[in-house]
């Protein structure tokens, strides 16, 4: 009996010994080799197939540095353990280029050479919380260009791969790609004459999505009444073209004829753009509706531009005011992969956005066109009005009648298009006096013949249903300490998809899809809409009687006796204290079926939350227990 304790204590010792080996060899190889193994959904910790085809098109050696003030004390708890992340990130680049990549390690430390390299290569110092000032940054060379990253960052750690991708993608190009930006809106920020200043007014900045594009491209603005897109342009992005002119329109059409690509961000009601006018109150309401109507006609595309889409699916509680009451919004719509075409390049990793008072479209498009639909909402949808949609979030929620039909949100049309002016420029619509008319037919008849009637080779039209989405406050979240703009979700990411598609590298696609990973509780969502339709018609029929006995109410106070001005008769005095308290119960059952949904909509996130949190070692424990019992009853047995 001793011998056989003994031997298995010598077998377990031994045991540990050999797994403890194998354990420091293994990390040893995998120090030496830089490798990981990612286990991650989507594989968010390895390098992307976009950024590999970047560093496959490397034919001339390209030096990575990277700035990191390793020797400072008192650093930012997060920066060692992201600084290592960093340095294994580049270990990837490095193994994935071929040879091509060159990584050189500083330690800039003050009045050294490294500083003074970090300073050149436009590498900024940042400042900790508890004072210490330090250098953690990349350059990337590749003579005679180079691009820095100035300062890395934990805000921007999900975008660490695409900026470093971009920089070299950057350096490898000589000429930026022209992207023209046709809009109302202050999308290039707004300079306030000097009165306003005085006032306090302050000059209005870019917006993210600008400036985020000026990255990679030559931005160039277009004005709304120009009659012909300069030839460099290769992308046009028309921005909520509210009250667009025909003139402006064929402009349009023959830049899309010439070969040029389209990006159309229409609206069926603008929450950034403001009706004009002197009224104050003006400020108070939503801008209206935009379209390329004409345009759209001659595609197929039919697009609602006074209707906006709601869905239940979608729709999130919202107070916009602060201290005010959250109310459901379902014409908010925050869009989750159900929506979102998972099997196209620009929006297969994008989970997650956000798209303020959306309209749609439909119609089949013409012959030789093709259609892919980007976003859509779920069946759980309905369109209704635009202005009331601002201002009834929660009736248009207890009123709400879905369709069953799934509303397109964001389309490509792709193939040969036809022009929307076959008979050419429609100018400007002047009456032509008797000597002139004769002239002015000639002209139209010149115009006619020089205007293309078909694209000259295949293109592409993007349509997005909102402008708003590409706003700062729906799109980004802005540190002022550090000038830096973190992605709340993927409305960034899919504009600069769809602009490096249109421009025609899409090799970046893969990398900026993944830069803000939303995983909402998809399962919670929908089950918030079932219960929200379940007690829905309770509701609306409460509000209903609730409504009629105020209505009551107010005919009994209106009416009067002759002589009478004040005071009302018995009768109509009992008659007020029934419907007072009628009212009274009303609004009670109304309050109780309310918070009967919220309860449910809480209990349901709280059993989900519960269970993904505790399921897992709950179920590690009984298995645990479970082993641990086999082996003593085998044990027992011997």
């Known amino acids: ?35 990981r193994l990612d286990m991650t959904v989507d594989n968010q910790f390895t390098l992307s197939p976009g950024t590999k085809a970047i560093l496959k098109k490397l034919d001339s050696p390209v030096e990575v540095r990277f700035f990191f003030s390793r020797g400072e004390k008192n650093l930012p708890a997060w920066v060692p353990s992201f600084a290592r992340n960093v340095e294994d990130l580049l270990a990837e680049f490095e193994q994935n280029s071929g040879g091509k990549i060159e990584v050189k390690k500083y330690d800039p430390k003050p009045d050294s050479d490294a500083e003074e390299l970090a300073l050149n290569s436009g590498i900024e110092r940042q400042m900790g919380e508890t004072g210490t000032d330090f250098f953690l940054g990349l350059a990337v060379s590749l003579d005679p260009q180079n691009v820095a990253i100035p300062a890395l960052s ?68 277009v004005q709304m009444d120009v009659d012909k897109i300069d030839d460099d342009i290769q992308v046009l992005i028309v921005a909520h073209p509210r009250d667009i002119t025909d003139k402006a329109q064929f402009a349009i059409d023959q830049f899309l004829m010439r070969g040029g690509k389209l990006l159309g961000l229409l609206d069926a009601m603008s929450v950034i753009d403001k009706p004009r006018g002197d009224n104050p109150m003006f400020n108070m309401l939503p801008g209206g509706g935009s379209n390329l109507e004409k345009l759209l006609k001659a595609w197929g595309v039919t697009f609602e531009s006074t209707k906006v889409v709601a869905d239940m699916s979608f ?33 297969s990793q994008l989970d997650n956005l956000l798209l303020p008072a959306s309209g749609s479209f439909s119609g089949t498009p013409m012959s030789g066109l093709t259609e892919t639909v980007l976003v859509k909402t779920t069946k759980k949808s309905q369109l209704v009005d635009g202005m009331s949609a601002q201002f009834n979030g929660q009736k248009i929620a207890e009123e709400f009648k879905p369709s069953g039909a799934e ?52 293109s592409v039209v993007i349509l997005i249903g909102d402008s708003d989405f590409i706003y700062d406050n729906f799109a980004v979240r802005v540190m002022p300490l550090f000038n830096i703009a973190q992605p709340i979700n993927g409305n960034l990411s899919l504009l600069q998809n769809l602009v490096e598609q249109l421009v ?72 007020l204290q029934e419907f007072r308290k009628k009212e009274a119960d009303a609004k009670k059952r109304l309050k109780e079926v309310r918070k009967d949904l919220r309860r449910e909509i809480d209990s349901l996130q709280t059993g989900l939350k519960w269970m993904n949190i505790a399921a897992m070692p709950v179920l590690v424990s009984i298995a645990g227990l479970g082993i641990g019992y086999v082996r003593r009853q085998r044990t027992k047995a011997q």
């Open 407 to 458: 509303y397109k949100l964001a389309v490509r049309l792709q193939g040969k298009f036809k022009s929307a002016f076959p008979d050419g420029n429609p100018g400007e619509e002047k009456k032509p006096d008797a000597a002139a008319g004769e002239k002015k037919e000639e002209e139209k008849k010149t115009d006619a013949s020089t205007a293309l009637k078909e694209s000259q080779k295949e």
């Open 1 to 35: 009996m001793k011998n056989k304790k003994l031997e298995a204590v010598l077998y377990s010792t031994v045991g540990v010994a050999v797994v403890f080996v194998i354990i420091v060899l293994i990390n040893l190889i995998g120090t030496a080799v830089k490798t």
């Open 154 to 221: 934990m805000a921007r750690e999900r975008l660490l791969e695409y900026d470093l991708a971009r920089a070299i993608s950057r350096v490898m190009n000589t000429t930026k790609p022209v992207v023209g930006v046709m809009t109302q809106l202050p999308m290039f920020g707004q300079q306030m004459n000097p009165m306003m200043m005085r006032m306090g007014q302050q000059s209005q900045r870019p917006w993210v999505a600008i400036t985020e594009l000026q990255h990679d491209f030559e931005v160039k603005q």
């Open 315 to 347: 729709a999130r509680e919202l107070a916009f005011q602060q201290g005010s009451r959250p109310q459901l919004m379902p014409t908010w719509l925050f869009v989750n992969p159900e929506g979102i075409d998972r099997n196209d390049v620009v929006t």
């Open 504 to 575: 025609g590298d899409s090799n970046l696609i893969g990398v900026r899809s993944r830069a803000a990973v939303h995983r909402p509780f998809t399962v919670v969502q929908k089950k918030e809409a079932e219960a929200q339709e379940r007690f829905q018609s309770v509701i609306a029929q409460l509000q209903s009687e609730l409504n009629e006995t105020q209505k009551q109410v107010n005919e009994l106070q209106g009416q009067k006796e002759p002589g009478q001005r004040f005071i009302l008769s018995k009768e109509q005095q009992q008659k």
